[in-house]
């Protein structure tokens, strides 16, 4: 068994506040990341598949073709935009790391068809982040 | 002459667009930077001073006071802010890294009193990065 | 369940001997950490939190309270410290990473009541790095 | 129980082609990788170590003693050289990051003598890795 | 004025040495460097463009036009390839970052019609980079 | 002319202080860099050496023998040292970066013979760094 990465990029817009709390509640939870106008933030994504390698190839899964899922599932609808807003996926979700890291693994799982789909981790900034394993 | 550097850092939205330009235009331009809900990122300021060691402390620049003052004059405006919406110095800007590692010079140099402001770098990316120098 | 990590740093002196040990012996197991003025480094510490999202803040633990337990109970008494001398929680231990994450480990778990520790990692340098998980 | 790392650096030249394969199919498999003079990376390897530290010294391994095992089995017949021609242990096998952890591990596991070999990575560029786990 | 870098990545393999040498001068100069089958490197390229920012864009030049000219003169010509051999414009040339670095200014210079080219930095590995400026 | 640089590395215990300064005043000045028992950090050095590149070898200087001067000269005299009472060279002197650059800038100087010493960069933290250029 052999555990590949590969890591995406993208840059998007988000602000944290829930439309159920008062906007007191939101500041004393959210604090910052509740300004009205938002904020962002330069994600890396980390994706890992574990699996055999094809004793033909060497490749666990073709890193080209988890590049092209990754950019079209994933980095393409997020990439420069505005999370809260901007994403059909994560409408009614609050753009938390943790739940933009479960997302990402309901949008890349049905296509990950050489070895499974292990791990996917959101950096947020370099001092925080996340990692969901499907459990 | 010592060149002394203090790295800081900010996660904030943008959008550039001119709002001169037609819709078309400013998509032309700006391309995905010009998404009507804007996107963001984790900036990085790299201000450096220059100067002759105090031969009673070996500092150019106290580091603590430079901190201080990059965080008070210019992070705490821009951190976990909208550039185009919440920060007062870049009204009527296009929030570009130009435009502000040299709002973020204007910001500083007057606050520099030991030895003097040399450079304002703002990374806006890993990829992508800017310096001004007052000239 | 969410793995959720928050980055810290400090800076620190220490010095790897065992009062046990000869002093030939010391330099021969410890080598150049074993000088008697000691040296140092930049630590990083990356704390995992296990858990569930909270449901109305996308949040497995608040990361702004993670930072303030870190800082509390560890950062604070370690940062510009001699952890030979100055941390009462590493007397009588030699400050290696292994015995700094596992000293870590015991001052945050306590703490911690949104999600489980799962993980302290120490950095020692770049190329040298620890993981303790509590078992 | 705790997990010691220590991280390593090689630059080698590879190629990824199967001889079985049509020179067309080795184009459609591995693309840009298949150019017959070659191309390189710099390599990082990350070898983990698992165990208790030892009381006397606080440590699991002696680092000093983890690099100079992984220098003289690994790292001094990969350095510098040409993965498919000049390394006698990775004869007849696609020099993939995959194939290059599988053997790394069988190369160091013979020497580990305190702790077990836990885990080998290795980073063939900053977006792609690979770890195995002797599973 | 503003000076404006962007970084690009290629991976090559290449080989030091001369031919007006003997095989032991050779040795004697490059060292490992001259592993006849040759080695290889993760290469980050910086390039630098100076300018003033136009008031309408906010930009020295349009990122996206820089990284198409990189991209277009010189990674795509040098990525995934041995530079002893496939590269025209370094034919003859001994491919160190140096001469890679002055070849690289003479491949975008032409190109640059917004701002000037200021410098190209390569970086061979964490360690090693050499900085051109056109002098 | 290129601009070449070589980075190296090393682990160190300091204390700023001012033995003419009152026990108040060194604390108000270097707050907690007086700490008596001292701290320490991983420091990073970039040497940087201008000159034209050798036609025959097409390198500005050797950086085989560039790490050999900086390892002989600088790095073995201060790594896993106490910079305050174990070096020679930075006896008297309060052992800031800024003065840490300044006296390795004087090792190393006399030993440059192809090039010229162009620039020394020390890094205490990734957010603190100094550079001295002779002037």
Excluded: Q
Excluded at 31 to 36: E, F, G, R, S, V
């Amino acid at each position: 068994m052999i555990y590949v990465t590969r890591r995406a990029h993208f840059s998007a817009a988000h602000r944290l506040f829930n439309p159920a709390f008062s906007e007191s509640k939101n500041i004393e939870v959210f604090d910052k990341c509740a300004n009205p106008n938002g904020h962002g933030h330069n994600y890396y994504v980390d994706v890992t598949i574990a699996g055999e390698p094809d004793p033909s190839t060497g490749y666990v899964i073709d890193l080209k073709k988890l590049k092209r899922i990754i950019e079209d599932e994933f980095i393409s609808k997020v990439d420069h935009k505005n999370l809260n807003v901007d994403v059909d996926f994560l409408r009614g979700v609050i753009p938390t790391a943790e739940n933009i890291a479960m997302a990402c693994w309901r949008r890349l799982a049905p296509h990950i068809s050489e070895g499974k789909l292990f791990s996917v981790r959101i950096y947020e900034t370099e001092k925080n982040f996340v990692e969901y394993k499907g459990e």
